[in-house]
C-alpha cells in the first residue's frame, strides 16, 4: 500500500508559477514510478507529466511541455511538478499517481495508487 498527499496548490495569476508536491509512504518509493494527472470541472482526468523509477525518463502532455517539469527525490520520497506560465486553461484539480509498472505511465487506468488532490487555480 501507498499513501500520497499532495500540497503546493492554490490561486496564480496567469504567467505565475506554482509548485506542486506529492509526498509518499508505505512501500519503497523508488519501486515506483510517478504521474501527475489533472481533473477540470466537467472534464475527464487528464495525464499531465510522469517520471519513471529514477530521476530519468520523463513524459509530457504537448499542452504543457516546456512549461511544467516533473521531478523526484527518492530520498524524501517526493515527487514534485514544477509549474511555470501558468495559464487560466491549466484551472483543475492536480493529482498524484503511483505505478508499479514502468511502461503506461500517460493513462490514468494503468496507476495504482492516487492521492486526493490538490486545487490550482489561475486567474486571467
Known amino acids: 500500500q501507498v499513501q500520497l498527499v499532495e500540497s503546493g496548490g492554490g490561486l496564480v495569476q496567469a504567467g505565475g508559477s506554482l509548485r506542486l508536491s506529492c509526498a509518499a509512504s508505505?512501500?519503497?518509493?523508488?519501486?515506483?514510478?510517478m504521474g501527475w494527472f489533472r481533473q477540470a470541472p466537467g472534464k475527464e482526468r487528464e495525464f499531465v507529466a510522469a517520471?519513471?523509477?529514477?530521476?530519468?525518463?520523463?513524459e509530457y502532455a504537448d499542452s504543457v511541455k516546456g512549461r511544467f517539469t516533473i521531478s523526484r527525490d527518492n530520498t524524501k520520497n517526493t515527487v514534485y511538478l514544477q509549474m511555470n506560465s501558468l495559464k487560466p486553461e491549466d484551472t483543475a484539480v492536480y493529482y498524484c499517481a503511483a505505478r508499479y509498472g514502468i511502461v503506461g505511465l500517460t493513462t490514468s487506468a494503468n496507476y495504482d495508487y492516487w492521492g486526493q488532490g490538490t486545487q490550482v487555480t489561475v486567474s486571467s
Open positions: 508505505g512501500r519503497t518509493f523508488s519501486a515506483y514510478a
Open positions: 517520471i519513471g523509477r529514477s530521476d530519468t525518463g520523463t
